[in-house]
């Protein structure tokens, strides 16, 4: 085998490895937003093993998030595994095409469990219909959200919306409908307008790897105008891992790198920026109010 072979192989390779665990932030935060299941965790131990190697970088906590009915269940019997893991569960909006009244009963019942901290995510994604013709069509989607929307309401649990390519869409729904008291945009992917409308309706928005892609110029944009108690970061692990290592395995970790890349975007320490995003993740989810283990 030949060098420039030899490259190539070691190449891909690198690209299948996670990134390594960079230095503890100066004050722990949480993953706002992941999939622990997506990442390879099955049982307690991988649970625990993945949330061992966040502590060490700074990350303190993880909502790890149900994007079917499998995973919800999965979520919410992961978050009574480790102290460190809170769930959210809902039907993610490409999976809404058979919405059944068994899913919304189940929903019903595990988004009461008490370390459910969210209903989510929820709400449309554009993008899929018109690459899939599985996905949900956006009139079920709509329906969806709907439902979603009333079902954090009543239960008094935070919205975690799924936007893609459906900005103006969601907005509309939210006021037609009359928006829960705490609303979380999860991975915004909106531009510096999007954000100001965000913030004018009393939104958080939360920042995945994205907004350090270096080609991402609207979203950094708009990364500079949300105030420090609007904002998150997350993961949404295994997917988006940040720059400099875009295209690898992600990890709840790495939200570490997302916070540190967004304080110097941002022109501020990230020990103040870190402090702030702590404090809002433990209002926005109420952390300090869930019930303990054991």
């Given at each position: 085998?030949?060098?420039?072979?030899?490259?190539?192989?070691?190449g891909?390779?690198?690209k299948?490895?996670?990134?390594?665990v960079?230095?503890?932030?100066?004050?722990?935060?949480?993953?706002a937003?992941?999939?622990?299941?997506?990442?390879?965790?099955?049982?307690?131990?991988?649970?625990?093993?993945m949330?061992?190697?966040?502590?060490?970088?700074?990350?303190?906590?993880?909502?790890?998030?149900?994007?079917?009915?499998?995973?919800?269940?999965?979520?919410?019997?992961?978050?009574?595994?480790?102290?460190?893991?809170?769930a959210?569960?809902?039907?993610?909006?490409?999976?809404t095409?058979k919405?059944?009244?068994?899913?919304?009963?189940e929903?019903?019942?595990?988004?009461?469990?008490?370390?459910?901290?969210?209903?989510?995510?929820?709400?449309?994604?554009?993008?899929?219909?018109?690459?899939?013709?599985?996905?949900?069509?956006?009139?079920?989607?709509?329906?969806a959200?709907?439902?979603?929307?009333?079902?954090?309401?009543?239960?008094?649990?935070?919205?975690m919306?799924h936007?893609?390519?459906?900005?103006q869409?969601?907005?509309s729904?939210?006021?037609?409908?009359?928006?829960?008291?705490?609303?979380?945009?999860?991975?915004?992917?909106g531009?510096?307008?999007?954000?100001?409308?965000?913030?004018?309706?009393?939104?958080?928005?939360?920042?995945?790897?994205?907004?350090?892609?270096?080609?991402?110029g609207?979203l950094?944009?708009?990364a500079?105008?949300?105030?420090?108690?609007?904002?998150?970061?997350e993961?949404?692990?295994?997917?988006?891992?940040?720059?400099?290592?875009?295209?690898?395995p992600?990890?709840?970790?790495?939200?570490?790198?997302?916070?540190?890349?967004?304080?110097?975007?941002?022109?501020?320490?990230?020990?103040?920026?870190?402090?702030?995003?702590?404090d809002?993740?433990?209002r926005?989810?109420?952390?300090?109010?869930?019930?303990?283990?054991?």
């Amino acid at each position: 085998m030949g060098k420039q072979d030899k490259q190539g192989k070691h190449g891909e390779r690198g690209k299948r490895e996670l990134p390594p665990v960079p230095e503890p932030l100066p004050v722990p935060v949480v993953d706002a937003h992941t999939h622990l299941d997506a990442c390879g965790a099955a049982d307690a131990a991988d649970v625990s093993a993945m949330l061992d190697r966040a502590a060490s970088a700074g990350i303190a906590g993880v909502v790890t998030v149900a994007d079917d009915m499998a995973a919800a269940r999965w979520v919410v019997e992961a978050s009574t595994w480790d102290s460190r893991a809170f769930a959210a569960v809902a039907l993610h909006p490409t999976r809404t095409a058979k919405f059944t009244d068994d899913d919304r009963a189940e929903l019903e019942r595990l988004v009461a469990h008490p370390r459910v901290v969210a209903v989510g995510e929820t709400g449309l994604d554009y993008y899929w219909t018109r690459f899939d013709p599985d996905v949900a069509p956006p009139a079920a989607q709509q329906e969806a959200f709907r439902w979603h929307i009333e079902l954090s309401k009543r239960v008094g649990k935070p919205l975690m919306i799924h936007d893609r390519d459906a900005h103006q869409d969601i907005l509309s729904i939210l006021e037609h409908e009359g928006p829960p008291e705490t609303v979380v945009f999860h991975c915004f992917s909106g531009d510096a307008e999007m954000a100001r409308r965000c913030m004018e309706a009393g939104y958080i928005v939360s920042f995945a790897g994205p907004v350090t892609f270096r080609n991402a110029g609207p979203l950094r944009e708009a990364a500079k105008l949300v105030p420090n108690d609007r904002l998150l970061v997350e993961t949404d692990a295994p997917f988006l891992t940040p720059h400099p290592f875009r295209g690898r395995p992600n990890e709840p970790y790495c939200a570490a790198y997302t916070l540190r890349d967004l304080a110097e975007l941002r022109g501020e320490p990230a020990a103040e920026l870190a402090a702030a995003v702590a404090d809002t993740a433990e209002r926005t989810f109420q952390l300090r109010s869930v019930a303990p283990l054991g």
